[in-house]
């Protein structure tokens, strides 16, 4: 109905974050054929509102950013519930880079640093908010900002 975000697993199937429509997931083929659709309007377990963000990690294990209910749903390719984590103010978006490690932007505005089993590495303010994220090679975030337009936030090892 009205999509907010779009990830791929690692057969090329494409899953829909349909946030501003229908609160639900939906999975296609590569082809773009209808294989199945999970969630419904609420605030329970399998349940959205405002679906912002997916991600499809290496294990096919979708990570969705519900907004308006401050968490991140975990689930497998089937769209079957495996977790929920909480601690967020409204996520925006989810990336998780070549070395399991997760980012969520929220709307404090800050973007948090997570582990694959979702406890909080770190946190730190967003340079002007982070309604969408993504990461490079290097360990570089962009951040979709409020009024900056792409806004990167350089890795450095310290």
């Not at 967020?88 to 978006?93: E, I, K, L, N, T």
């Not at 998780?96 to 946190?123: C, N, S, W």
């Not at 303010?125 to 409020?146: E, F, K, M, Q, V």
């Amino acid at each position: 109905n009205h999509p907010a975000d779009v990830a791929t697993d690692t057969s090329g199937n494409i899953y829909v974050a349909d946030g501003y429509g229908n609160s639900a997931i939906h999975k296609f083929t590569s082809r773009g054929d209808h294989i199945l659709s999970w969630g419904a309007p609420g605030a329970g377990i399998g349940q959205f509102t405002t679906p912002h963000g997916i991600w499809v990690d290496k294990e096919n294990t979708v990570y969705v950013a519900d907004r308006e209910n401050d968490c991140i749903q975990v689930f497998d390719s089937n769209g079957n519930f495996i977790t929920r984590w909480g601690n967020f103010y409204h996520p925006m978006d989810i990336w998780m880079d070549h070395e399991d490690v997760v980012y969520v932007t929220d709307q404090v505005p800050r973007f948090t640093v997570l582990d694959i089993k979702g406890e909080i590495l770190a946190r730190g303010r967003t340079p002007d908010g982070g309604h969408g994220l993504y990461g490079d090679s290097r360990g570089n975030i962009y951040l979709a900002a409020s009024t900056r337009g792409i806004v990167k936030m350089v890795r450095t090892n310290t």
